[in-house]
């Protein structure tokens, strides 16, 4: 049995940062919220008891790189929701070291979780999307996947592939009545930023022709945009939300 008749959006990594955020802009957009952790359940918890006074939202545990775990955590969502209007593919993990040094493993993991999770999520959600000729998917890529960073190659290249995969989907799903668009992040106060001294941060902020760094309702406000009727014509899509860090 469904739990209501609106609009659903899921939001993967909602529990923190940015996905909280996105999370808290689209309750109050008015969908229900489908919030994806893998590890943050007391953050994706107390996040559930915040937005429980102003939509529908339920939790669900599943490591998006695991595409078996995803198939269980679309079934759970449909069996609550009837099923997905709005993805929002927003799990994601950072990692600064040299080229030479990354292994197997942490490229693995890397790719998994950034570029596999989104091709997990978005094959899973598609099915229901193209059967309603309606739906609208996000992908949170990174101003890194447009132009590389140095000691970010696995993940530059995690999000460059990300963006691609926007471009391609979205050709492929149009004529079913679908955007695919990406927001890409320029240097966001998150858990990420956690590892750079006050001194760092104000260097980026300096680099920055705004002069400043963004906030995570800033990523929100633009996959609020692109998940309504006002981004109806606009698809394929790549939303850079940097303060003019790269034009």
């Given at each position: 049995m469904t739990m209501s008749k609106q609009k659903t959006a899921l939001v993967t990594g909602g529990a923190k940062g940015i996905g909280a955020a996105i999370c808290r802009s689209l309750a109050g957009?008015?969908?229900?919220?489908?919030?994806?952790?893998?590890?943050?359940?007391?953050?994706?918890l107390k996040l559930q008891n915040e937005l429980s006074h102003i939509t529908n939202i339920e939790i669900f545990k599943a490591d998006v790189s695991d595409s078996s775990q995803v198939n269980v955590m679309f079934c759970n969502i449909e069996q609550v929701?009837?099923?997905?209007?709005?993805?929002?593919?927003?799990?994601?993990?950072?990692?600064?070291?040299?080229?030479?040094?990354?292994?197997?493993e942490m490229w693995q993991k890397m790719i998994g979780v950034n570029?596999?999770?989104?091709?997990?999520?978005?094959?899973r959600a598609l099915p229901y999307m193209i059967n309603r000729k309606h739906g609208s998917i996000i992908n949170i890529a990174s101003m890194w996947?447009?132009?590389?960073?140095s000691m970010e190659v696995h993940y530059s290249a995690a999000k460059a592939g990300l963006i691609g995969l926007t471009k391609a989907l979205a050709k492929e799903e149009g004529l079913s009545g679908i955007t695919v668009n990406a927001v890409s992040p320029g240097v966001v106060l998150t858990d990420m930023m956690a590892q750079f001294s006050d001194e760092d941060k104000q260097i980026l902020a300096d680099e920055t022709p705004l002069g400043k760094l963004g906030d995570s309702s800033d990523i929100a406000t633009a996959v609020s945009f692109l998940a309504s009727e006002k981004a109806r014509f606009i698809t394929g899509q790549v939303l850079s939300v940097n303060g003019g860090f790269v034009i």
């Open positions: 957009d008015g969908y229900n919220i489908a919030l994806n952790y893998n590890v943050s359940e007391t953050e994706a929701f009837g099923g997905v209007d709005v993805l929002v593919n927003n799990a994601g993990i950072a990692q600064q070291v040299l080229f030479t040094d990354i292994t197997d570029l596999t999770g989104a091709f997990n999520c978005c094959r996947g447009e132009v590389g960073a």
